[in-house]
C-alpha cells in the first residue's frame, strides 16, 4: 500500500470531497492541515511517504527536500505549472511529476470582488453595518474609469469583458502582448509606463517569472495616480510588498486589493492587515469547490495511471 501525503489542506477539503475508504486497499492518506515550519520539520514528517499530492506553490519542494526523501516516488500538482518544485531535482532523482486542470474564471471573479469591494467601500460598510451604523462612506463609479490590465492571458482577458461590460476604458501591456487578440477583445495596447501613469484600476494578471518579479516598486508606485487602485491576484512577489506599504501609509494610491502575498499564509501580525486602505483575501483566487474536485480526482486518477505504468498529465 503506498503512503501519500496530502499536503497544505487548510480547510480539511480532501476528506470532504474523496471518498478515503475507497482506496484503502490501495493508499493510505495522511491529510496535513498546517505549514510546515521549516524544511527540517518537512523532511522528518514526509519521509516515510512515497507519494505527495500538494497545492502549487504552498510547500516549496526544493533540491535538498527531495534529496531527504528516499522514498519518494510521485508527486501530483494541482495545476500544470508550480514554480515551487525543483524539477530538475525530481528528475534527478527519478520522481514523476504529475499535474492537473484548473479553472481561470474564479480568479477573475475574485479580481472583481476586489475592485467593488474597494471602490464601493464594502468591508468598511459591512463592519459599520453590524455596529449599528449606517452609510459613512461615499463609493465610486466604475463607468468611464480606465482599467489597465498587466497580462492579456487566459484571466486577464476574462476581467478585461467584464470591465467593458462596466462600460470602463480597458487598456492593456505585457511585455509579449499579443495584438491581434487584443484587438479582438477591443483592449488597447498601452506602454508599461502610460498604463501605470493613467489607470484608474491597475490589474495584475501575468505569470511570474524573473522579468515580472518586483514590477511594480517604489518608482511604479509613485507614478500611479493618487486616486488609482492597484488589485493583484496573481502573485505576491509582483508587487514589492514593502514599497506597497510606504505608499498605502502615505496615500500615495488611494487602495490596494490583494489576494496573493510574498509570505502565505499572512503572518497574523503582517503590517498589510492593519491598513484601512487595503482590502485584503486570503489567497481565495482558486479556491472553488469546482478547482478543489477537479484537483483531487486528477491527483488520484494521475497516481492510479502512473501505478499501471501508463502516467498522464506528466509535468516536464
Not at 55 to 69: A, C, D, P, Y
Not at 85 to 92: F, M, R, S
Not at 107 to 126: H, M, S
Request: aromatic share 8%.
Amino acid at each position: 500500500m503506498l503512503k501519500v501525503a496530502v499536503l497544505d489542506d487548510y480547510q480539511n477539503v480532501f476528506s470532504q470531497i474523496i471518498n478515503i475508504d475507497e482506496y484503502k486497499s490501495k493508499y493510505e492518506f495522511i491529510v496535513f492541515n498546517q505549514p510546515f515550519q521549516s524544511e527540517v520539520e518537512t523532511i522528518e514528517a514526509l519521509k516515510k511517504f512515497e507519494v505527495l499530492f500538494i497545492m502549487r506553490e504552498r510547500t516549496k519542494i526544493t533540491k535538498s527536500l527531495i534529496e531527504n526523501l528516499p522514498k519518494l516516488k510521485f508527486i501530483m500538482t494541482s495545476g500544470m505549472r508550480n514554480k515551487a518544485i525543483d524539477l530538475d531535482a525530481a528528475k534527478k532523482n527519478e520522481i514523476l511529476v504529475c499535474g492537473t486542470d484548473i479553472n481561470s474564471n474564479p480568479a477573475a471573479e475574485v479580481t472583481w470582488a476586489l475592485i467593488l469591494g474597494l471602490l464601493r467601500n464594502v468591508k468598511q460598510e459591512v463592519d459599520n453595518m453590524f455596529q449599528g451604523y449606517w452609510q459613512t462612506t461615499i463609493g465610486y463609479e466604475l463607468k468611464g474609469k480606465r482599467l489597465g490590465i498587466i497580462g492579456l492571458g487566459k484571466i486577464g482577458s476574462q476581467v478585461a469583458k467584464v470591465g467593458q461590460a462596466f462600460e470602463m476604458d480597458v487598456s492593456a501591456w505585457s511585455e509579449n502582448l499579443n495584438l491581434s487578440e487584443a484587438n479582438k477583445l477591443n483592449v488597447l495596447p498601452m506602454s508599461k509606463d502610460d498604463l501605470i501613469k493613467t489607470s484608474d484600476i491597475l490589474s495584475i494578471h501575468v505569470v511570474l517569472g524573473d522579468r515580472y518579479k518586483n514590477l511594480i516598486c517604489r518608482k511604479e508606485l509613485k507614478e500611479m495616480k493618487k486616486t488609482s487602485f492597484l488589485i493583484n491576484t496573481s502573485r505576491g512577489e509582483i508587487i514589492n510588498e514593502k514599497d506597497l506599504i510606504e505608499a498605502l501609509e502615505n496615500d500615495e494610491i488611494a487602495g490596494a486589493g490583494l489576494d496573493v502575498y510574498q509570505q502565505e499564509p499572512l503572518p497574523q501580525d503582517h503590517k498589510l492587515r492593519f491598513l484601512p486602505n487595503a482590502f485584503l483575501l486570503p489567497h481565495l483566487g482558486y479556491v472553488t469547490v469546482e478547482n478543489y474536485s477537479k484537483f483531487y480526482f486528477q491527483m488520484i486518477e494521475n497516481l492510479n495511471s502512473c501505478m499501471n505504468n501508463k502516467p498522464i498529465r506528466v509535468i516536464k
